[in-house]
């Protein structure tokens, strides 16, 4: 079973950027296709990026394109969101979620969440 744990969340200036790390405290996640997702205040969550288990990025939104990257580990236990060129309108909260694809009706397992705050 996987467990996820989001990190690397917090307070940055509009243009500065931050890396977000998902983590799994149970089934390692190279077994798992990997997304992140971000919700802002009063709307629906939605996707930013998907990453299938062979590291195939099958997914990212029109909004972070050339802007932000979505990654793994050499074991592929790790999976990043580098995040650069940050706007106040990318203040959300992610998340991170694992399932056997991307493109799923709904993932399977997620994490807490992470706030990610862009204001100068």
């Known amino acids: 079973q996987v467990q996820i744990v989001e990190s690397g969340g917090g307070l940055v200036q509009p243009g500065g950027s931050l890396r977000l790390s998902c983590t799994s405290s149970?089934?390692?996640?190279?077994?798992?296709?990997v997304g992140w997702f971000r919700q802002f205040p009063g709307k629906e969550r939605e996707s930013v990026s998907c990453?299938?288990?062979?590291?195939?990025?099958?997914y990212m939104d029109d909004a972070v394109q050339g802007r932000f990257t979505i990654s793994r580990d050499n074991a592929g236990n790790t999976v990043y969101l580098q995040m650069n060129s940050l706007k106040p309108e990318d203040t959300a909260v992610y998340y991170c979620?694992?399932?056997?694809?991307?493109?799923?009706?709904?993932?399977?397992?997620w994490g807490k969440g992470a706030l990610v705050t862009v204001s100068s």
């Open positions: 979620a694992a399932d056997q694809f991307c493109g799923h009706s709904g993932m399977g397992y």
């Open positions: 149970g089934d390692p996640l190279a077994h798992w296709a």
């Open positions: 990453m299938a288990s062979s590291g195939y990025v099958t």
